[in-house]
């Protein structure tokens, strides 16, 4: 990367300031603050249902050691990844997906009634056309629903929930299935120990739609700098970027400079979400960050200001599955009890683009609720 990717205050739309000082001082101010869910004028929309798929296939560091010069104590140390999920040969981007949907469903079975429209966030579809999306609907019985893809590499999961958002909002969609499905360790050189110990294959399933108001998103933001396209590429129809950048076989990987950049778009987008919701770094309950290495998230948990036991990290089991880590985090933590109903949510990503993403949510747990009513329902309440 030749130029520095611009800081999220500068390219996003939003216009959010990331100055460190100002979550906590932006909690203090949060009545004046427009956000989706505190604003009565729009639906509140979140998640009502999610689930999660990696393949049971595990790859270990000690694996890595058989046939690469590398050790476990070096991967440990300088990612924190010590085992990853790896699909059979037979298996692409669109399984990763209908798992994923399916385990949703073990957990909501009603989970997809009325969904209207399917995106799939992925760096490593099935095809270029049809979309993932389309060929993950027609599995799960949504055949007649909307469906795309969408490209933001590791970011995608949450650039699809802020698409999914919109599209509730503006009635465009009721229901929409957002799904993060990846198989980047086949599109990985296995052979080259800088780039194949970090990556893992899964998927990721949520599903947004209207939410009671005070739950469900409150902020967004998103951003990207083609200038560092070529720190982080995978080759589709053109053999070179523009600038003359060959692209071989392979995924590309700059570590150092994503490194650096990740470093720092991390921290600005999600100070710039928490402010736009009008939250301190002591309102977060759980900080969702992607899933690339340890020393990224602890970098990005100093600036908040939010120690790691409020982050949910479960890299060391999957390493980086790109669109896929942030709902699968999410979906592991839903699932153990440790996110509950009305908890504050940050999440954070960042990837090829470059690209980086943030956002903040109310978490509305649908399930905690039904049995509420049904308890109020019994007693005549
Ligand atoms: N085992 C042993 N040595 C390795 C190695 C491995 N698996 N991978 C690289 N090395 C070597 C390098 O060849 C280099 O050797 P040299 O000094 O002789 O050239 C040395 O370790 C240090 O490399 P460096 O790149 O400085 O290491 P690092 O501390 O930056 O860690 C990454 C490398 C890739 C782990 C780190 O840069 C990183 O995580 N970057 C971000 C990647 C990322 O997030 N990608 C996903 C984006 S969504």
């Known amino acids: 990367m030749t130029q520095d990717a611009p800081r999220p205050d500068k390219a996003s739309p939003h216009k959010a300031s990331t100055d460190k000082a100002s979550p906590d001082k932006a909690s203090t101010d949060k009545a004046s603050t427009d956000t989706a869910s505190t604003d009565t004028a729009r639906p509140a929309v ?3 249902a999610l689930g999660a798929y990696a393949p049971p296939k595990v790859v270990t560091n000690a694996d890595f050691e058989a046939r690469l010069d590398t050790s476990d104590e070096w991967i440990v140390s300088r990612t924190g990844i010590r085992e990853r999920r790896y699909s059979e040969p037979g ?28 995106v799939c966030a992925t760096g490593s579809p099935d095809a270029m056309f049809p979309a993932t999306a389309s060929l993950i609907a027609a599995q799960v019985g949504l055949r007649g629903a909307a469906a795309f893809d969408l490209s ?37 050189d296995q052979g080259d120990r800088n780039i194949a110990i970090l990556f893992g294959d899964g998927g990721g ?16 933001v998103l951003g990207s700098d083609g200038a560092g396209a070529g720190s982080l590429y995978i080759r589709c129809v053109a053999d070179r970027l523009p600038g003359n950048i060959p692209m071989g076989q392979y995924t ?12 720092r778009v991390l921290g600005d987008s999600g100070l710039a979400a928490m402010q736009k919701a009008g ?16 020393r990224i998230i602890e970098s990005a948990c100093e600036r908040f200001g939010i120690p790691m036991d409020k982050t949910v990290i479960n890299l060391d089991r999957y390493g980086n599955t790109s669109a896929a880590t942030v709902p699968l985090a999410l979906a592991e933590a839903c699932q153990d009890g440790r996110i509950k109903d009305g908890q504050q949510l940050l999440m954070v990503a960042f990837g090829g683009g470059l690209s980086w993403a943030a956002s903040t949510m109310k978490w509305y747990d649908r399930a905690a609720h039904a049995a509420k009513s049904k308890v109020l329902a019994e007693v005549g309440a």
Request: charged content about 20%; some cysteine; hydrophobic content about 50%.
């Open 46 to 48: 979140g998640i009502t």
């Open 91 to 118: 298996d692409f981007a669109s399984d990763m997906g209908v798992r994923a949907v399916q385990n949703l469903l073990e957990r909501f079975p009603d989970g997809l009634e009325g969904v209207d429209t399917v």
């Open 152 to 188: 933001a590499a590791c970011s995608g999961f949450v650039y699809a929930c802020s698409v999914a958002h919109a599209l509730v909002v503006a009635g465009t969609a009721r229901k929409v299935l957002v799904v993060s499905a990846e198989v980047l360790t086949k599109i990985v």
């Open 205 to 220: 399933a949520v599903v947004v739609e209207a939410v009671p108001q005070g739950y469900g998103f409150e902020s967004f």
């Open 252 to 263: 590309y990987m700059n570590g150092r400079e994503v490194f650096k950049f990740a470093v």
């Open 279 to 294: 939250l301190g770094s002591k309102d977060v309950d759980w900080l969702i960050p992607h899933q690339a290495n340890i």
